[in-house]
């Protein structure tokens, strides 16, 4: 039960581990691609926050967000696969951060072909976000479960 467990954490991480490597390898001096494509998308978003919430969203230099992605992705990923509650919190906070503003599809019209296709992605980003809390759920249980199991007996003289 132990290796499928670890198996199953390796395949998940793998999502992570291989877009993280990708983005690395692009980055370059501006933050490459991604930087480019988050951009105008980060934007609209701190737009949407600032009418809607009245929280105006500071400034940031894209190629710093995604070297966090990256960053998060990465090191997350390995810590997860060997059981880390802390990996999990990465990939959480990263998925947690970046899935409103790489998927927009608020921002499009029901019956554009953009918005099915957004709207997709959004909702498997959120499956993978509902399986890393899964994740943490499980782990903090059977952390109180084995403190439970363990809990010395008070001896009598």
Partial sequence: ?????????VLFASVFI????REFNEFGLDGGPAAKAIEPKFKTLA????????IEIPELEMKYLVAASVAFKGVGSVMF????SIGAYLLVLHQLITTPII?????????EEEFVQLFVKFTQHMAL???????????SSLAKRQLKKKAPKAKTT
């Avoid at 039960?1 to 954490?9: E, K, V």
């Avoid at 737009?47 to 009245?54: E, I, N, S």
């Fill in 1 to 9: 039960m132990a290796f499928m467990s670890f198996l199953g954490r």
């Fill in 47 to 54: 737009g949407h926050v600032k009418t809607h919430a009245g």
């Fill in 18 to 21: 291989l877009s993280a490597y």
């Fill in 129 to 139: 976000f509902g399986a890393l809390l899964f994740f943490i759920g499980m782990k």
């Fill in 103 to 111: 998927y927009d599809f608020y921002n499009y019209e029901h019956d």
């Fill in 81 to 84: 696969i060997f059981g880390s």
